[in-house]
T-cell receptor
Framework: NAGVTQTPKFRILKIGQSMTLQCTQDMNHNYMYWYRQDPGMGLKLIYY???????DKGEVPNGYNVSRSTTEDFPLRLELAAPSQTSVYFC?????????????FGPGTRLTVT | AQKITQTQPGMFVQEKEAVTLDCTYD???????LFWYKQPSSGEMIFLIY??????QNATEGRYSLNFQKARKSANLVISASQLGDSAMYFCAMREGYGQNFVFGPGTRLSVLP
């Protein structure tokens, strides 16, 4: 099992460019999440999904879009990148909505917008 | 209002000594889960320990234990016999009821001194 994988590991974008951060999990988890972590801070939820075809906004969704066409994949789209989106992005998945189930995290994507 | 508070931005501990990292939380749910994650300098998020709101015993996982005081809404992480490899950021997180997301605290940076 690879767990949760993310690509790319690093990316530099110019202001106004767009990109898609890829996230795949092979654990057959229904619940998937995107977080951002700004320097020296905790994680903030951008979007989440409770299953294929179902997504919803988290705490900081502005400037991002997601889709969930399969159980395995949950890509995050950045449109019109801004310097404020410079951050580390983590994808995570969870087996259940039961509070006892942890989230499994991917290794992160470090994004710089200049 | 902050749901997860970690009041220690940074902590130092001597190798082989025990250290307590503080976490207080705020929720009106009766059912919730509390988690601790470790983030070393390499950036990945590593799950350490879980405590359920209905668990009567404090959780333990090897050198990690969770000092759960429900009435005080605190869930402190205790690391015994600190090792140099314990130097990292530590995040407390909560999942409320059957909520969709985790809420993370701002983290505590632990430095273990030789």
């Amino acid at each position: 099992n690879a767990g949760v994988t993310q690509t790319p590991k690093f990316r530099i974008l110019k202001i106004g460019q767009s990109m898609t951060l890829q996230c795949t999990q092979d654990m057959n988890h229904n619940y998937m999440y995107w977080y951002r972590q700004d320097p020296g801070m905790g994680l903030k939820l951008i979007y989440y999904s409770v299953g294929a075809g179902i997504t919803d906004k988290g705490e900081v969704p502005n400037g991002y879009n997601v889709s969930r066409s399969t159980t395995e994949d949950f890509p995050l789209r950045l449109e019109l990148a801004a310097p404020s989106q410079t951050s580390v992005y983590f994808c995570a998945s969870s087996y259940s909505r039961d509070p006892s189930y942890e989230q499994y995290f991917g290794p992160g994507t470090r994004l710089t917008v200049t | 209002a902050q749901k997860i508070t970690q009041t220690q931005p940074g902590m130092f501990v001597q190798e082989k000594e025990a250290v307590t990292l503080d976490c207080t939380y705020d929720t009106s749910d009766q059912s919730y889960g509390l988690f601790w994650y470790k983030q070393p300098s390499s950036g990945e998020m590593i799950f350490l320990i879980y405590q359920g709101s209905y668990d009567e015993q404090n959780a333990t996982e090897g050198r990690y234990s969770l000092n759960f005081q429900k009435a005080r809404k605190s869930a402190n992480l205790v690391i015994s016999a600190s090792q140099l490899g314990d130097s990292a950021m530590y995040f407390c997180a909560m999942r409320e009821g059957y909520g969709q997301n985790f809420v993370f605290g701002p983290g505590t940076r632990l430095s273990v001194l030789p």
